[in-house]
C-alpha cells in the first residue's frame, strides 16, 4: 500500500531541494581558508622590485589582501572605492598582482590612484593558488594572528564592507578602531 | 511578417491549449460526447497556431529582423542562412518554441494517429497532452517571449555563439527535443489509463509504438550531441557527464526500461502498475532535464542565462504536470494489479531484471547529478560529482544488464529449464568469451582485466543477438521467419553490443599525446607517420583562421592529409578550434593545434582512438531497430479490428 | 611499441590579452602544453590522470586537463611540480582541497557526507535484487498454481 506513495514523497523531497536550490549559487567556491592560518609570502615590491613586500609586513595587525590585476574588469570597478577604503577602513591594504603586466599595474595605479600600502608581484600564480584565489578581486580579511577571518569574492562595496568586514575588524579590536599602528 | 503576428499566434494556441486541456477530459469523466469531441480539434488548431508562431520567428532570423531582441542577441546578416534558421533555437526563448512546436507536432500525429482508440481514451490522452501544451505556452508567453521587440536600434546583431556554428550542433536539438518531448505521448497513455481505472494489454499495444518511437530519436539525438562534443571540443571525448548530458540520458535509460515492462504488460497483462509508473517517470525525468537546463540550479555546459523566476516557473509546471501524474498514481494505481504467474527462469524474469538493473542505472545517474545540489542545500559543503564518480559506478549495474541482455532474449513466457536455456546459449557464450580473450591479445598486444570483460560483453550480446536469426537462415527454416519487430530487438541489441565495443575498446587503446611542434617535424603514432607540412592563413565567411597542414603516412605511402583550424569567429572575436580528424570504422587519427608558444612553435594534441565510432554507429544500428520495431505491422490496427477491441474496452470501462 | 613524446615545458610567452579572450570564451578552445618533463613515465601517467580529475574554477564544465584559463595551466604547473618533487597522488590532492576545498576534485572524496552517495549503487543494487527475488518467488508460486492467463 505504502508503495504506492513512495513516488510522490521522493518527488515532493527533490522538488524542495530544487527550490532551495533557485537560491543558492552552485559555482560559488568557499574558501577553505576561513578559520586557517594565512598563506606565508615573499614576493618583489610592484614599484621597487628589488624590495620585497609579504605576509611578514602585516604580522601582528588586522589588514585586508586584494588580489587584484589590469586584465581584471571588476577590479576596475572597485578600484575607487578601495582607495576610499584605505583613507577611511582603518586597516591596511595590501595588493597582491595576479598575473599581471608590470607596466600596465604601475601606469594603472598612476592614474586610478594607489590604496595599497604595497603591492606584491605575483608573477607564477603560485601565491594566488596558496591562497584559493580564482577569480579576481578576491578581498581576504586576515586578523592579527594571521588567521584569515573573511573572504570576499567580486567588487569591494560599501555594503559588502559593512556588512561582512566590520562587525568581524571590531570583534578583533576588541570593539576599538584598528589603526595601522596599533600592536597585541 | 510581423512578429506581433506570431506572438498573437502564440496566444491563440495557449487558448486552444485550454480547451483541450480541460474540456475533453471533464467530457470523459462525465460521459459528454460533445465536450470530448472537441480535443481533436483544439489539438489541430493549437498545432496550426503555433507552427505558424515558429514560421514567424524563423523568417525574422532568415530576414534579419534585428529589432526582434531574440534575433538581435543570436544571430548576424553575415551568419550563413542555414545556420540562421537553426539560431531559431540557440537560445532559451527560441528554444523553447522549438520545444512547445515539437509538442504540438506530437499532439498532432497523435490526433491522427489515435482515430481508432476508444472515444474516453483519446479524449483523456489528447486531454492530458493539452495541459502539457498550456504551461508550456504560458510559461513561453509570461517569461520567455521571443517576439519581445528591441526598442534602441542596432546596426547587425551578436551572432549566434560559434560553438553552435555547426551542422551537427544544428540537427542536434530538434532530433533530442523531439525523443524528449515525445515521451510526453506514453505519458498522457499512462495518465489517461489511471483517469479510466482501467489498464488492458490492448492499451499496452497502443502505447508501446509511441514510446519506441520517442525513444528512437531520443537515441540518436544523444548519439549526435556525444559525436559533436567529440570532434568539435577536440578534447576526444565524447561523454562528460554533464549534468545536462545527464538529464537526456535519464529519460533514455527509464522509456528503455518502459519499452521492456509494456512487453510483459502486453504479452502477459502483468506489471501494469509498473509500467505506468516508468512512463511518468520518463517525461518528469524530460520535465526535470528542461529544469535544470534553464533554472541555474546546476553549473552546465548546456545551460542558457539562467534566472529564478524562469525556474520557480518550470518548478510549478513540474509540480503541476508530474506532481498530479504521481499523486493519481499513488490513489488509483494499487486496482491495476493482475494475476499471473512466471518461473524463475523465464523471459518475464529476465525483463524484470532488465528494468531493475536499468532503474538502478537512473538512479546512480540521478543522485550523482543532484548530489552537489543536495550537499549544498542541507549545509555540508561544496562537492563536486564527476566523469570519475560516473564512468566507475554506473558500471556496477550496467555490465550484468548487458550480460543478461544476451540470455534474456532467448527466454521464452512464462517458463522454461535452465538447462535449455544454458544450451541455446553455449555456442554464442563459449565464443564471445574466446574471441574476446584472443583478440585484444592479437591485435593490440596486451589487455587488462577490464578491457576483456568489456570486450566479451559486448561480443556476447552481438553473437546472442544474431545466434537466432542466423540460425534460421542456414537452416532455411521457411515457415517461420522473424517479425519486424523480431529484427528490431536484434538489431537493438547489436547496436548495444558495438557501443559496448566502441567503448572498451576506444578506452583501453586510446593514444593521446600533447607535443611542441615546428613545420617540418616528424612522428610516429601508432604505426602511422605524421608529417607537420606547415601552417598558413585562411578565411572563412564569418572567421579568420590558421590552418596547419598534416600528412598522415603508413609506411611510407600518404595516406591523407589533415588540416585542423584555429578560428576567430569576426563578430564576437571569439576563438574555436576545429580539429583534423582522419576518420575511419575502425580507428580515428584525430590531430587539434593548440597555441603558438613563439618562434613558429606550436602545441598540439594528437590522438589515436581505435574503434570509436562503433560508439555513434552502435547508437544508430539501436535506432535502426527501434524504427523496425515501431512500424512492425502489428501495431496498426485495421478499421475493423479496432470497431472491435473499441467496443470491448467501453464495455468495460466504468468511469 | 609506441611511447610518448617528452618535452620540457618551457616558460610560455602568452599575451596577456590572448589569455583573458580566452578565459572569457571558455570552452571553444583549449590550451595545450607540450608534456612537462617526467624521467618517470608511472609518475607522468599520474599525471596525466589527475589533471582530468580536477575542475577548472574558471570554466566550470572542464577538467584542468582541457581548460585554456590561465588558472588551469597554473594549477597544472603546481602539480607538475609537486609529483617531480616526489608527492603521491594523495598529496597533491590535499594540496588542492587545503586551498580550494572538495568542489576541486571531480572524484568526491569519500566522507560521510558523501557515504550514500558512493554506497548508493551497490545498496540499490542489494535493494533491487532482493525485491526481484519476492517478485519472482511469488510469481513462481501463483504459476505453480496453474494459474496462467493469455
Request: one cysteine or more.
Amino acid at each position: 500500500m505504502w508503495r504506492y506513495l513512495l513516488p510522490i514523497t521522493v518527488f515532493v523531497v527533490i522538488v524542495g531541494f530544487f527550490y532551495r536550490g533557485l537560491y543558492l549559487n552552485p559555482g560559488f567556491v568557499p574558501s577553505p581558508l576561513l578559520g586557517k592560518p594565512a598563506p606565508e609570502y615573499d614576493l618583489p615590491r610592484l614599484k621597487d622590485p628589488s624590495q620585497t613586500v609579504g605576509s611578514k609586513d602585516y604580522d601582528g595587525q588586522v589588514a585586508l589582501v586584494n588580489v587584484w590585476a589590469t586584465w581584471c574588469i571588476e577590479c576596475r570597478h572597485e578600484h575607487p572605492y578601495l582607495v576610499e577604503l584605505a583613507q577611511t577602513g582603518g586597516i591596511p591594504i595590501y595588493g597582491l598582482n595576479w598575473k599581471d603586466d608590470r607596466a600596465r599595474a604601475l601606469e594603472w595605479l598612476d592614474t586610478l590612484g594607489d590604496p595599497y600600502a604595497a603591492s606584491a608581484v605575483d608573477a607564477t600564480g603560485e601565491v594566488a593558488i596558496d591562497w584559493g584565489v580564482y577569480a579576481a578581486p578576491e578581498t581576504f580579511l586576515v586578523g592579527r594572528d594571521g588567521t584569515v577571518l573573511y573572504k570576499h569574492i567580486s567588487r569591494m562595496t560599501p555594503a559588502v564592507w559593512e556588512r561582512e568586514f566590520l562587525p568581524r575588524i571590531t570583534a578583533e579590536c576588541g570593539g576599538l578602531p584598528c589603526t595601522a599602528a596599533s600592536a597585541p | 511578417m510581423i512578429p506581433e503576428l506570431g506572438q498573437f499566434a502564440l496566444v491563440l494556441a495557449l487558448c486552444l491549449a485550454l480547451v483541450q486541456a480541460t474540456l475533453p477530459i471533464a467530457g470523459a469523466a462525465t460521459g459528454r460526447h460533445d465536450w470530448m469531441a472537441l480535443a481533436r480539434p483544439a489539438a489541430v488548431g493549437q498545432f496550426v497556431f503555433v507552427v505558424l508562431a515558429f514560421v514567424v520567428l524563423a523568417n525574422a532570423f532568415l530576414s534579419d529582423d534585428f529589432s526582434v531582441l531574440y534575433v538581435a542577441y543570436n544571430s548576424n546578416s553575415n551568419l550563413p542562412a542555414f545556420y540562421k534558421f537553426a539560431a531559431v533555437w540557440g537560445g532559451h526563448e527560441g528554444s523553447l518554441l522549438l520545444w512547445v512546436t515539437i509538442l504540438a507536432t506530437w499532439t498532432m500525429i497523435v490526433t491522427v494517429g489515435s482515430r481508432s482508440l476508444p472515444e474516453k481514451f483519446s479524449a483523456r490522452v489528447l486531454g492530458v497532452l493539452g495541459i502539457v501544451s498550456f504551461s508550456l505556452l504560458l510559461f513561453t508567453l509570461l517569461t520567455s517571449n521571443p517576439f519581445d521587440r528591441l526598442l534602441t536600434p542596432i546596426v547587425d546583431g551578436n551572432d549566434l555563439n560559434p560553438l553552435l556554428q555547426d551542422p551537427a550542433m544544428v540537427i542536434h536539438p530538434p532530433i533530442l527535443y523531439t525523443g524528449y518531448v515525445g515521451l510526453s505521448v506514453p505519458f498522457a497513455f499512462a495518465v489517461a489509463a489511471l483517469l479510466s481505472g482501467q489498464l488492458s494489454q490492448d492499451w499496452a499495444r497502443w502505447t508501446r509504438p509511441w514510446t519506441v518511437s520517442a525513444w528512437m530519436f531520443l537515441t540518436v539525438g544523444i548519439a549526435l550531441g556525444s559525436w559533436w562534443a567529440y570532434y568539435e571540443l577536440g578534447w576526444g571525448g565524447w561523454w562528460f557527464w554533464d549534468p545536462v548530458e545527464n538529464a537526456s540520458f535519464m529519460p533514455w535509460l527509464a522509456s528503455t526500461a518502459l519499452i521492456h515492462s509494456l512487453a510483459v504488460t502486453e504479452r502477459r497483462g502483468l506489471f501494469k502498475s509498473w509500467t505506468i509508473l516508468l512512463a511518468i517517470i520518463a517525461f518528469s525525468l524530460s520535465l526535470l532535464g528542461t529544469f535544470l537546463v534553464r533554472s541555474g540550479v546546476m553549473i552546465s555546459v548546456h545551460s542558457f542565462a539562467s534566472d529564478p523566476a524562469r525556474g520557480v516557473f518550470i518548478l510549478m509546471i513540474l509540480a503541476l504536470v508530474s506532481g498530479g501524474a504521481f499523486t493519481l498514481y499513488a490513489v488509483r494505481a494499487k486496482h491495476m494489479v493482475a494475476e499471473g504467474g512466471f518461473k524463475l527462469v523465464s523471459r518475464e524474469s529476465f525483463l524484470l531484471l532488465n528494468n531493475m538493473l536499468l532503474v538502478v542505472a537512473l538512479v546512480v545517474v540521478l543522485y550523482g547529478t543532484l548530489s552537489p545540489l543536495f550537499i549544498d542545500a542541507l549545509g555540508l559543503g561544496k562537492i563536486s560529482v564527476g566523469p570519475p564518480y560516473f564512468n566507475s559506478m554506473f558500471v556496477v549495474p550496467m555490465l550484468p544488464l548487458v550480460l543478461l541482455m544476451g540470455a534474456g532474449m532467448h527466454a521464452t513466457w512464462v517458463g522454461m529449464k535452465g538447462e535449455t536455456l544454458a544450451r541455446k546459449l553455449a555456442i554464442p557464450a563459449v565464443g564471445a568469451v574466446v574471441l574476446g580473450v584472443l583478440l585484444p591479445w592479437v591485435i593490440f598486444g596486451s589487455a587488462g582485466v577490464l578491457t576483456v570483460v568489456g570486450i566479451v560483453a559486448g561480443l556476447w550480446v552481438i553473437a546472442a543477438s544474431l545466434f537466432d536469426p542466423v540460425r534460421r537462415m542456414i537452416r532455411r527454416d521457411g515457415a517461420r521467419t522473424l517479425t519486424r519487430a523480431q529484427w528490431g530487438m536484434t538489431l537493438a541489441h547489436v547496436g548495444i553490443g558495438m557501443f559496448v565495443l566502441g567503448v572498451t575498446v576506444s578506452t583501453s587503446y586510446n593514444i593521446e599525446t600533447d607535443r611542441a611542434a615546428v613545420p617540418g617535424d616528424r612522428w610516429e603514432l601508432a604505426g602511422y607517420e605524421i608529417v607537420f607540412r606547415g601552417l598558413r592563413d585562411v578565411q572563412g565567411v564569418n572567421y579568420a583562421a590558421v590552418e596547419g597542414e598534416f600528412e598522415l603516412r603508413r609506411d611510407g605511402t600518404l595516406v591523407t592529409v589533415l588540416t585542423p583550424q584555429n578560428r576567430v569567429y569576426r563578430v564576437q572575436s571569439s576563438p574555436m578550434t576545429e580539429a583534423g580528424i582522419d576518420a575511419r570504422w575502425y580507428r580515428d587519427i584525430f590531430i587539434a593545434l593548440g597555441q603558438p608558444l613563439g618562434d613558429g612553435v606550436w602545441s598540439l594534441r594528437v590522438q589515436f582512438k581505435p574503434l570509436i565510432r562503433f560508439i555513434w554507429f552502435g547508437a544508430l544500428v539501436m535506432a535502426f531497430g527501434g524504427l523496425l520495431a515501431a512500424s512492425d505491422p502489428r501495431y496498426r490496427s485495421t478499421r475493423a479490428e479496432s470497431r472491435v477491441s473499441s467496443a470491448a474496452a467501453v464495455s468495460v470501462e466504468t468511469s | 611499441m609506441w611511447r610518448p613524446a617528452v618535452h620540457r615545458s618551457e616558460r610560455a610567452v602568452r599575451p596577456v590579452l590572448a589569455a583573458i579572450a580566452l578565459m572569457l570564451v571558455g570552452s571553444a578552445s583549449w590550451a595545450i602544453d607540450p608534456e612537462p618533463a617526467f624521467a618517470d613515465p608511472a609518475v607522468q601517467a599520474e599525471y596525466q590522470s589527475l589533471i582530468r580529475e580536477v575542475r577548472c574554477l574558471v570554466c566550470q564544465n572542464q577538467t584542468i586537463a582541457d581548460s585554456n584559463a590561465a588558472l588551469a595551466a597554473d594549477l597544472r604547473r603546481e602539480i607538475a611540480r609537486l609529483l617531480n618533487e616526489g608527492a603521491s597522488r594523495e598529496d597533491v590532492t590535499d594540496f588542492l582541497v587545503a586551498r580550494y576545498g572538495d568542489f576541486i576534485l571531480y572524484r568526491p572524496p569519500l566522507q560521510p557526507s558523501t557515504w550514500t552517495l558512493w554506497g548508493a549503487p551497490f545498496v540499490l543494487l542489494g535493494i533491487g535484487a532482493i525485491v526481484v527475488l519476492r517478485i519472482v518467488r511469488s510469481r513462481a508460486r501463483q504459476s505453480l498454481a496453474g494459474d496462467d492467463p493469455a
